[in-house]
């Protein structure tokens, strides 16, 4: 965003102030992207099916013990030991493969 503003700057502002403000608006934007690529280069990041264990789901098709549930708007086989009817609310506890262990909540 700060390198538009030194384009910006160097079309507007008069001469030698357009030069002033276009060096300004780049160091800084040279800095911003310093800081920020400091800031996150050590975060691991939070993707993949490992993030769904401990989310709610909704039970589509009954889990007896096979079935499929809704959980982020889309469908995921799913087996429930304790089973489950359609409509009711399961807590995601495991992942084999692509089918989502769940447990009646």
């Given at each position: 965003?700060?390198?538009?503003?030194?384009?910006?700057?160097?079309l507007v502002l008069?001469?030698?102030?357009?030069?002033?403000?276009?060096?300004?608006?780049?160091?800084?934007?040279?800095?911003?992207?310093?800081?920020?690529?400091?800031?996150?280069?050590?975060?691991?990041?939070?993707?993949?099916?490992?993030?769904?264990?401990?989310?709610?789901?909704?039970?589509?098709?009954?889990?007896?013990?096979?079935?499929?549930?809704?959980?982020?708007?889309?469908?995921?086989?799913?087996?429930?030991?304790?089973?489950?009817?359609?409509?009711?609310?399961?807590?995601?506890?495991?992942?084999?493969?692509?089918?989502?262990?769940?447990?009646?909540?």
């Amino acid at each position: 965003m700060l390198f538009v503003a030194a384009v910006v700057l160097l079309l507007v502002l008069p001469d030698p102030w357009n030069l002033i403000g276009c060096t300004v608006a780049v160091v800084a934007g040279c800095g911003e992207l310093f800081l920020w690529q400091r800031t996150v280069r050590g975060r691991k990041t939070a993707v993949g099916s490992e993030t769904m264990i401990g989310s709610e789901a909704q039970v589509v098709t009954p889990c007896r013990p096979d079935g499929q549930v809704r959980l982020a708007g889309e469908l995921w086989d799913a087996r429930c030991a304790a089973g489950a009817d359609p409509g009711r609310l399961v807590l995601v506890v495991d992942r084999k493969g692509l089918t989502l262990i769940v447990e009646p909540k």
